[in-house]
């Protein structure tokens, strides 16, 4: 009999526990989501606040990194895995980025532009570029070939160029001699005597003297495919080395004739130049116009970072040139277009 009113004691102890913890839990609770309530905004405040402070030791972590340990923060070099920067060549970029931008409904992260070797530095587009956080593209393109380069005629012109980026201050990418692997431009295979060895040698010598020029990132821009296929113009035997090459670039263009999609165009040198273990970005391409051109720009660029993770940007050749580049050649191919916009 004990034994069962022992029992029947121990029970009643359990319960009246459970009890006390039943409600000690939910007045916690209604205490909780009463403040969560009071001030909503306050918990996504330090949501917000974890994420930034995440991204911000990503970004040291990128400066870093950097090459000769110089301390570059540039708004271009993203440490996150799935963004992507876009950007545009607009043909005059003071004249036609407003329109272009509200065209599309999004301002660039990249604006395009062709520089001679004869020209000044576009310090024009400081105001419109790079105090409006863009990054400026620079083609810088050559009227002579690399024999003309090495032999230290043209150093003026190099360092002028390299003082004036400087001065800029603003995020650069430069591209000198892009699409080399094409035998069309001056700089271009087996124009004045060029090759791959010449091309080299003309990089580093160019490279040298922006070492102190933290404002500028160098991109080695190759066609998608080499004319001619040739041993002695692939890909590999154009880069410079690691420590002269920031970005790798490819530029490519579906003509229309035939009609090449976006991964025809790509996926195979998107694999080639994967060896080089370098950011990517497409940093010339776009389509001719036609019933298909919308098409071609919802399933290559928006879907490029699923196809393509290595790729950190693009660039679009908005210009009437050798076909309709622009992505207003019909309705269709302007609201795919701003769809696509990262």
């Given at each position: 009999m004990r034994t069962y009113f022992l029992e029947i004691n121990l029970l009643l102890i359990a319960i009246v526990l459970i009890s006390i913890f039943l409600v000690h839990n939910d007045i916690y609770r209604k205490y909780v989501l009463s403040?969560?309530?009071?001030?909503?905004?306050?918990s996504s405040q330090q949501v917000q606040a974890q994420v930034q402070n995440q991204t911000q030791v990503q970004a040291q972590v990128q400066v870093k990194d950097e090459p000769g340990g110089q301390q570059k923060v540039l708004s271009f070099a993203s440490t996150?895995?799935?963004?992507?920067?876009?950007?545009?060549?607009?043909?005059?970029?003071?004249?036609?980025?407003?329109?272009?931008?509200?065209?599309?409904?999004?301002?660039?992260?990249?604006?395009?532009?062709?520089?001679g070797w004869n020209d000044d530095f576009p310090t024009e587009l400081l105001n419109s570029v790079g105090n409006s956080g863009k990054t400026l593209l620079i083609f810088w393109e050559p009227e002579f070939g690399y024999d003309n380069v090495l032999d230290s005629?043209?150093?003026?012109?190099?360092?002028?160029?390299?003082?004036?980026?400087?001065?800029y201050g603003k995020p650069i990418i430069l591209v000198p001699f892009p699409e080399m692997n094409l035998n069309e431009e001056a700089w271009g295979y087996g124009k004045n005597g060029n090759s791959a060895k010449k091309f080299v040698a003309a990089w580093q010598y160019v490279h040298n003297y922006f070492v102190d020029v933290p404002?500028?990132?160098?991109?080695?821009?190759?066609?998608?495919?080499?004319?001619?296929?040739?041993?002695?113009?692939?890909?590999?035997?154009?880069?410079?080395?690691?420590?002269?090459?920031?970005?790798?670039?490819?530029?490519?263009?579906?003509?229309?004739?035939?009609?090449?999609?976006?991964?025809?165009?790509?996926s195979i040198a998107i694999k080639n130049v994967s060896i080089f273990d370098k950011p990517l970005y497409?940093?010339?391409?776009?389509?001719?116009?036609?019933?298909?051109?919308a098409e071609w720009i919802y399933d290559g660029l928006?879907?490029?970072?699923?196809?393509?993770?290595?790729?950190?940007?693009?660039?679009?050749?908005?210009?009437?040139?050798?076909?309709?580049?622009?992505?207003?050649?019909?309705?269709a191919s302007l609201q795919a277009f701003r769809s696509v916009i990262p």
């Open positions: 403040n969560q309530f009071k001030n909503p905004e306050g996150s895995p799935t963004a992507i920067q876009w950007g545009s060549y607009v043909g005059d970029g003071i004249k036609n980025l407003p329109s272009f931008e509200t065209l599309v409904g999004k301002k660039v992260d990249i604006l395009a532009v062709f520089v005629s043209h150093d003026k012109d190099i360092q002028s160029f390299a003082s004036a980026a400087k001065m404002n500028v990132k160098f991109a080695i821009d190759y066609n998608n495919e080499s004319i001619p296929d040739t041993i002695d113009n692939k890909f590999e035997v154009y880069y410079p080395g690691n420590a002269y090459v920031d970005y790798v670039g490819l530029s490519g263009f579906n003509y229309g004739s035939p009609w090449q999609t976006f991964d025809q165009l790509f497409i940093l010339s391409t776009a389509s001719a116009a036609g019933s298909e051109k928006g879907n490029i970072s699923q196809k393509y993770p290595s790729i950190k940007g693009w660039v679009w050749f908005n210009y009437d040139k050798e076909e309709d580049w622009e992505i207003n050649s019909d309705n």
